[in-house]
Nanobody, 128 residues
Framework: QVQLVESGGGMVQAGGSLRLSCAASGLNISTYSMGWFRQAPRKEREFVAAITWTGYRSIYLDSVKGRFTISKDNAKNTVYLQMNSLKPEDTAVYYC?????????????????????WGQGTQVTVSS
């Protein structure tokens, strides 16, 4: 059974940083592309970042480019989202996700329907 468990959320002032973690079990992230999504109050869930199963390529939502970095540690079977220079508009519940297929490619999955496994989410609140 696949489980994705996010952690690291919290409250931070604008300009601050947080690092989200996503611990995976039931799948080996060394062979899975992984993604992060977020959902703000009264808004639809949106793609934030994804990383290839090789770890060599990543892609980001335009509004987080240069501020967020996705990475993964295969030895710990954990995916990270380093978030710097946080803004109030980054406030949302952040979700980790994995597609059903190993070695997804060649493109990176950026749409919700491309992901099968989801974590429960972790709240990030950025105050101005």
């Amino acid at each position: 059974q696949v489980q994705l468990v996010e952690s690291g959320g919290g409250m931070v002032q604008a300009g601050g940083s947080l690092r989200l973690s996503c611990a995976a079990s039931g799948l080996n992230i060394s062979t899975y592309s992984m993604g992060w999504f977020r959902q703000a109050p009264r808004k639809e869930r949106e793609f934030v970042a994804a990383i290839t199963w090789t770890g060599y390529r990543s892609i980001y939502l335009d509004s987080v480019k240069g501020r967020f970095t996705i990475s993964k540690d295969n030895a710990k079977n954990t995916v990270y989202l380093q978030m710097n220079s946080l803004k109030p508009e980054d406030t949302a519940v952040y979700y980790c996700a994995a597609p059903v297929n190993e070695r997804f490619g060649p493109s990176l999955p950026t749409r919700e329907y491309q992901y099968t496994y989801w974590g429960q989410g972790t709240q990030v609140t950025v105050s101005s």
